[in-house]
């Protein structure tokens, strides 16, 4: 099996993302895979609504920040800047899909899987899920478009509460800021995502794919977000310099 599955019935896609471990976290061959997923998905006029889900006890956990080819040493400031845009690429693939789409968030979202989960249209929480994005403590700015996301969501003072404390936004807060949008019962998660997919799926395609486009361009801040890769890079070229100082 590999580490992206699809799943379809009746316009409705249900695609399920399993490292087999590590906290399903995002290496490389993962977020190519969920990239390559949802070009194919773009192109799928059948699929009126698609589903993204993790394991059974997670969503993902984040970066994995032990895969040398997300963080390769001796590489140039290219190849670097290359390795660090994969995210940036994978969350613009899964946000630019003209169907309706919904996260079924079953345990931690850490990170760059937060991040992923706010690219797409709804959020279901389990209810010991939990959203966390450690990143500005870790020494980096949110990337991959988070940021515009993250504030489009939940507002500014929410974001910098999130960020700079380290919060973690269990399902109940989730839903009271606007990070997810229903809760489900543990284990229930997909079965609701399913339910609101189908739901989706009855609305005549075209009036559905114009109308969240229509949505989409009032709210999208992304492209404010053009030069977030490149201070993720900085800060970790700082972080390694200081490191080595």
């Known amino acids: ?70 963080w390769p040493t001796g590489a140039d400031a290219l190849e670097q800047h290359a390795a660090v845009e994969r995210g940036r690429a994978l969350c613009d693939a899964w946000a630019a899909l003209p169907q309706l789409t919904i996260a079924a968030i079953e345990g931690p979202a850490i990170g760059g899987g937060g991040v992923l989960a706010m690219a797409l249209d709804l959020r279901v929480f389990g209810e010991a899920a939990h959203l966390r994005l450690p990143e500005a403590r870790l020494g980096f700015n949110l990337a991959w478009g988070g940021l515009p996301r993250l504030v489009s ?44 997919a189908r739901e989706a799926a009855a609305v005549p395609p075209l009036a559905l794919r114009m109308t969240k486009r229509a949505i989409d361009a009032q709210a999208d801040q992304t492209r404010l977000a053009h030069g977030d890769s490149d201070q993720f890079l900085l800060g970790r070229l700082l972080r390694d310099a200081a490191g080595a100082a």
């Open 153 to 196: 969501l939940v507002g500014p003072a929410r974001a910098k509460r999130l960020l700079f404390t380290d919060l973690r936004v269990d399902s109940a807060l989730a839903l009271d800021w606007g990070l997810a949008d229903l809760i489900a019962g543990n284990g229930a998660v997909v079965a609701e995502s399913l339910r609101l």
């Open 1 to 70: 099996m590999g580490l992206v599955s699809i799943e379809q019935t009746d316009g409705v896609a249900l695609v399920r993302y399993d490292r087999g471990g590590r906290a399903n976290a995002l290496n490389a061959a993962a977020m190519e895979a969920l990239t390559e997923t949802a070009h194919r998905l773009r192109a799928d006029t059948a699929t009126r609504a698609v589903v993204l889900t993790g394991t059974a006890t997670v969503f993902s956990g984040g970066l994995d920040l032990s895969d040398p080819q997300l």
